[in-house]
C-alpha cells in the first residue's frame, strides 16, 4: 500500500520525484511521435503517466523499487491481463546489457531517475530498435542534448545526439509539478533518430574533443594525436585552428575522427608526461 504522504515516500536513492500535474503528463503524450510502435517506459513509479500511455499504446515499463512494484501490478492488472501491459522489475540498465531493451523497436517515453539519465540516453541511442527518446531530465542535460553548433551548451553529447538523429526541447517544467520538487528545472526532451550508431571511439574521441570546453579544439586534440596530423587536418578541412570546441558542426566531427582515428594515444595525459620525464632522466643519465 502506497504511503499517502508520497514526500517521505519517496526514496531519493532512486530519484524519485513523481510528477502530479495533468497538463504536463498530457503534453508529454500530445509530443509521442503518431505511429503504434510499443513503448518502453524506465520508472513508471506510481503509474500517472503509465495509466494515460495504456491509453493509446502498448507499454513495457521497467522499475527497480520493489514497492513500487507490487502497486504497479496492483494498479495495471487489467491492461497486463489485456495484454497492453507488462512490468519488468529490476535496475534496467541491467536489462540492456545486450545493447537492446525489447527486442522490437520501440520509442522510449519516460520522467527519468535524474542520477542515470544520460546513461540511459545515451544507452537508447546506440540501441538499434529504439525509434526515438522522449525523456523528463534536468533542464541542463536536456539543454546539452538539444543545442547546436555555435551555442554555448553544444557539447560531445550534442554532437551523438547530432550524429543518429535531431534532438530538441518541447517544454519546461518547473518543480512545483512533482512530489517531491526536485531543486532543479526539468524539461522534456525529444530525440527522433533516423539512424543508430555504436562507436565507443567515436566516443573517446569525442571526450578528447571537448575535454577543456573553453580551449581551443586544436590543442585538445593535440594532447592526444600526433600535432602535425592535427594541423594537416585542420588545414585539409580548411579549419580555423582557433575554433573552440563548440564552434565545430557533428560533420567536421566526422571528418576529423575518420582521418585521425588510428592515431588515438590510448595513455592518458598523465602517464605520457611521466613517460617522457623518464625517458629525459635516461637521456641526462647517458
Ligand atoms: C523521477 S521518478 C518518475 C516516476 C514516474 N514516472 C512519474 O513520472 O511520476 C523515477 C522512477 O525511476 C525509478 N528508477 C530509478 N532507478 C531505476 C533503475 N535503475 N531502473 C529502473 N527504474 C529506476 C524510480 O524508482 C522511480 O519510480
Redesign the pocket.
Known amino acids: 500500500m502506497i504511503h499517502e504522504d508520497l514526500a517521505s515516500f519517496a526514496?531519493k536513492k532512486?530519484?524519485?520525484?513523481?510528477?502530479?500535474n495533468n497538463t504536463y503528463?498530457h503534453k508529454i503524450i500530445q509530443s509521442m511521435p503518431d505511429d503504434g510502435l510499443k513503448v518502453a517506459?524506465?520508472?513508471?513509479?506510481?503509474?500517472?503517466?503509465?495509466k494515460e500511455l495504456v491509453k493509446v499504446r502498448n507499454v513495457t515499463a521497467?522499475?527497480?523499487?520493489k514497492r513500487?512494484c507490487e502497486h504497479l501490478s496492483n494498479e495495471f492488472k487489467e491492461a497486463t491481463h489485456d495484454g497492453h501491459f507488462e512490468l519488468r522489475c529490476?535496475?534496467?540498465?541491467e536489462r540492456w546489457e545486450s545493447g537492446k531493451l525489447l527486442d522490437e523497436p520501440y520509442h522510449l517515453v519516460?520522467?527519468?531517475?535524474?542520477?542515470?539519465a544520460t546513461n540511459i540516453i545515451l544507452k537508447a541511442l546506440k540501441d538499434e530498435h529504439c525509434q526515438s527518446i522522449l525523456v523528463?531530465v534536468q533542464k541542463e542535460v536536456a539543454d546539452k542534448f538539444a543545442a547546436k553548433a555555435g551555442d554555448k551548451a553544444f557539447s560531445a553529447l550534442s554532437v551523438l545526439a547530432d550524429s543518429v538523429g535531431k534532438a530538441s526541447v518541447c517544454f519546461e517544467v518547473e518543480p512545483e509539478a512533482?512530489v517531491p520538487p526536485p531543486k532543479v528545472t526539468s524539461a522534456v526532451l525529444l530525440i527522433e533518430k533516423n539512424e543508430t550508431k555504436d562507436d565507443e571511439r567515436f566516443e573517446a574521441f569525442l571526450r578528447v574533443a571537448f575535454a577543456q570546453p573553453r580551449k581551443k579544439l586544436s590543442k585538445n586534440l593535440m594532447a592526444r594525436f600526433p600535432k602535425e596530423l592535427v594541423a594537416e587536418t585542420f588545414s585539409q578541412q580548411e579549419l580555423d585552428s582557433n575554433l573552440r570546441p563548440h564552434e565545430v558542426e557533428t560533420s567536421i566531427y566526422h571528418h576529423l575522427y575518420n582521418a585521425m582515428k588510428d592515431n588515438l594515444d590510448e595513455r592518458e595525459p598523465k602517464q605520457r608526461r611521466s613517460k617522457a620525464r623518464s625517458a629525459n632522466t635516461e637521456k641526462q643519465k647517458t
Open positions: 526514496d532512486f530519484g524519485q520525484n513523481f510528477l502530479k503528463i517506459e524506465i520508472g513508471p513509479g506510481l503509474g500517472d503517466l503509465t521497467f522499475e527497480v523499487d513500487l529490476g535496475d534496467v540498465l519516460a520522467n527519468l531517475p535524474y542520477y542515470i523528463m512533482f
